[in-house]
């Protein structure tokens, strides 16, 4: 018989208030807490708390606190992530973040979906499904991606964006919900030499 967490990671149906996840969640919570109880001259010890929290984390990664999720180990990023305050990841299922990708302030992702049938979601039922961040991505702050999108590579997504769809690579989109404004081209440089 499937166990609450395996439907969970499955992307099926399960009860959130389930012993075992409840117990995980309780765990991820302790993490959470001891690194927001952190001063950020702490880097080691905020960088060890985050390295265990999460299931991978690439080299130059930088959470700023107050930081939320629900396990922690759903939660993969890549080299030079930064996440401004209050950035919250409600990773019931994976959320996977490329490389060089920035994250403003006050930005929530979310994974799971309560039951639509009233009687269901008090019983406790949610199903997550994944969200996806490619490489150079940019969320501006209040940005909020609810479950199952994918943002392409090298994309800006406007502050306060509420993002139901998926976002292809390497444009411009805001808004409520969040629409595809424009390809970024070469006249959005600002003439500096990169590195790349």
């Known amino acids: 018989m499937k166990t609450e967490k395996h439907k969970m990671l499955n992307q099926e149906y399960y009860i959130c208030w389930d012993e075992e996840l409840t117990a995980e969640r309780e765990k991820a919570k302790d993490l959470v807490y001891e690194f927001n109880s952190r001063k950020p001259s702490e ?51 994976k959320v996977t973040i490329g490389d060089n990708v920035l994250i403003g302030p006050n930005v929530s992702l979310y994974t799971p979906n309560h039951a639509m049938d009233a009687a269901e979601r008090k019983a406790g039922y949610e199903r997550s499904l994944p969200i996806t961040i490619g490489d150079n991505v940019w969320l501006g702050g209040s940005v909020t991606i609810v479950p199952g999108v994918t943002i392409g590579d090298n994309t800006i997504i406007g502050a306060g964006s509420v993002v139901t769809k998926d976002i ?26 990169t590195t790349e």
């Open 168 to 193: 292809p690579a390497g444009v411009i989109a805001a808004g409520v919900p969040c629409r595809v404004i424009r390809p970024i081209t070469e006249k959005d440089t600002v003439g500096l030499e």
């Open 43 to 93: 880097r080691m010890e905020r960088n060890q708390i985050i390295q265990k929290l999460f299931h991978s984390v690439g080299e130059n990664a930088w959470v700023e606190s107050p930081f939320n999720c629900d396990y922690g180990y759903n939660i993969t990023v890549g080299d030079n992530f930064y996440a401004n305050t209050n950035c919250t990841i409600l990773d019931c299922a």
